[in-house]
């Protein structure tokens, strides 16, 4: 079976799934870590950007984890600020009240992750540091 690369339509049409999906939650991270106007124009600039190269992330192993990874980027940018993955997860959840399988959806990591990661978030900080361990990121769920 010969495959035939998909059509413009079908693939604005997954842009548009994705944004829908996405976006709502990007919003309101972006908005607990910046001002409002700051959030806002992140957002849009992010989606700017997944827009023009929607046909190569596609090739991501995990478009998700590529696009969490470059939002979180620029908000930390614009923040002064880089928190850990289990800090942005513990915003999600307890502040976001995002569920674990959502989280994982718009992270792009599985649920298993974001459960450890949100257990990483409620240790103490280590003695030494007085940072908490920061996991490597993990494939697509």
Known sequence: MKLT????????????AFYDLHRP??????????PREEAQLSV?????L???NWTRIMTEQCPSAWA???HTRA?????????????????LHDHLRLS???IATITGNDPARVAALL????????????????????ACA
């Open 5 to 16: 690369p998909p059509t413009a339509s079908v693939l604005t049409t997954a842009f548009y």
């Open 25 to 34: 939650a990007y919003h309101a991270y972006a908005a607990a870590r910046l």
């Open 44 to 48: 849009t600039q992010l989606f700017d």
């Open 50 to 52: 997944i827009a023009s």
């Open 68 to 70: 969490w990874e470059e």
């Open 75 to 91: 908000v930390a940018r614009r923040a002064g600020r880089t928190p850990t993955p289990a800090e942005d997860t513990a915003l």
């Open 100 to 102: 674990i399988d959502r």
């Open 119 to 138: 257990a990483a978030a409620r240790r103490p900080p280590h003695p030494s540091t007085g940072q908490l361990p920061r996991p490597p990121r993990a």
